[in-house]
């Protein structure tokens, strides 16, 4: 089949499509695929590290030329081309790998946390420290009340809120060890509940700091999501006692309305834990492209589904795994509702302008509502 695309009536019909969270009924399903700035350099033919920092000269520059392709296959121009003055930029705040010892550091050119504690005695001092920890002050840099009046002053920007972690099961495999959490999941299950509770602790207090700073609250500015493909290491009995405590305390705070955001990414093969976020009342997720829609749909009916479609396929390009995978997952949404086609995962450098286009032409042609 061809999937050429008018791509004026596609993106009026896309607007749409997101309403309600994904599940307004307008003309066709819900397309999420914006790009990365990391498919500048396998689109251009560029040299350079897709995950690493890059200057920001260059990343404009990057981007504008990307755009200029972007405008004239898809329509759209679809990365950022501008970035903040450099002196309006927040002094750098700690994150909840460091409340736990961790290290963040780039290693081939990709971020990683790496952890140093080794024993359950030295987890039990660390979460002693944890437990009693002066948030502001250790957050915070000795800077931060005249940076952040200047930076106001001169630009009428505050600091943003926290409202994201990377998740529990993630945070404590890298604090940790992933052989060594399991084991002390398996074995130590009260300190791996004080281990559980220490986490959600970290995260709450961290985001009541921010939200000062931010000059907002839980009901301004509600909703919290976290990132953690590691889940789907642990059983379900392991992670209602470790994991889901965690998200628990968090949407209780931050997101108890019936609509306001409580969000699960975790690109791995964790359907076995769907019956328990199916309690947490998700409003949306994303998944990995082993864990589909109509499974995801028995246990979380009205949470908006970010993309089943597989990273690889797109990244390689792959044309007839491009179509099936979105004509898969265009019958679901019409037939489940709340779809957001998209990748279950990251948009990796190599996924290409033209797969884009020609995800767009199957949906115009099968993701439609007759």
Not at 72 to 90: C, T
Not at 110 to 139: H, K, N, P
Not at 165 to 177: D, E, F, K, N, Q
Request: proline letters at 6%; one cysteine or more.
């Amino acid at each position: 089949m061809m999937f050429d695309v008018d791509i004026e009536q596609f993106w009026k019909d896309d607007a749409l499509a997101h309403k309600d969270n994904c599940f307004y009924e307008g003309p066709q399903i819900a397309f999420g695929i914006r790009m990365s700035d990391e498919c500048v350099y396998a689109e251009l033919g560029e040299d350079g590290h897709p995950w690493a920092p890059e200057a920001w000269a260059r990343r404009i520059d990057l981007n504008r030329r990307y755009n200029d392709r972007a405008e004239k296959i898809v329509g759209r121009r679809l990365l950022l081309e501008k970035h903040p003055p450099e002196d309006a930029q927040f002094p750098y705040v700690k994150r909840i790998g460091e409340v736990f010892g961790g290290i963040y550091h780039y290693h081939n050119n990709t971020e990683w946390l790496e952890g140093a504690i080794e024993d359950e005695a030295a987890l039990d001092l660390l979460l002693s420290q944890v437990e009693r920890l002066d948030y502001r002050g250790f957050m915070l840099p000795h800077n931060w009340e005249s940076e952040k009046r200047r930076i106001y002053e001169t630009y009428g920007l505050k600091p943003q809120a926290s409202r994201s972690i990377r998740g529990p099961v993630t945070l404590a495999a890298s604090i940790y060890g992933v052989e060594r959490l399991l084991f002390l999941l398996s074995d130590e299950p009260e300190l791996s509940a004080r281990f559980s509770r220490a986490i959600a602790h970290a995260a709450l207090q961290m985001a009541l700091v921010m939200d000062e700073e931010a000059g907002v609250t839980p009901g301004t500015n509600p909703g919290y999501s976290f990132n953690d493909d590691n889940c789907c290491l642990l059983s379900p009995d392991l992670y209602e006692l470790f994991g889901y405590p965690v998200l628990k305390t968090l949407f209780e705070h931050y997101s108890p309305g019936e609509n306001d955001p409580r969000y699960q990414h975790s690109d791995s093969a964790m359907g076995h834990l769907l019956p328990i976020l199916g309690r947490l009342r998700l409003t949306g997720v994303n998944f990995g492209p082993t864990v589909l829609t109509p499974e995801i749909r028995k246990y979380l009916p009205r949470a908006r589904i970010d993309g089943c479609i597989s990273p690889m396929t797109f990244m390689r390009n792959n044309r007839d795994r491009l179509v099936a995978e979105t004509r898969r997952d265009c019958a679901d949404g019409l037939a489940y509702g709340g779809l957001n086609i998209t990748t279950a995962g990251s948009i990796n450098n190599g996924s290409s302008l033209e797969s884009m286009r020609l995800m767009m032409g199957v949906i115009q042609q099968c993701g439609r509502r007759r």
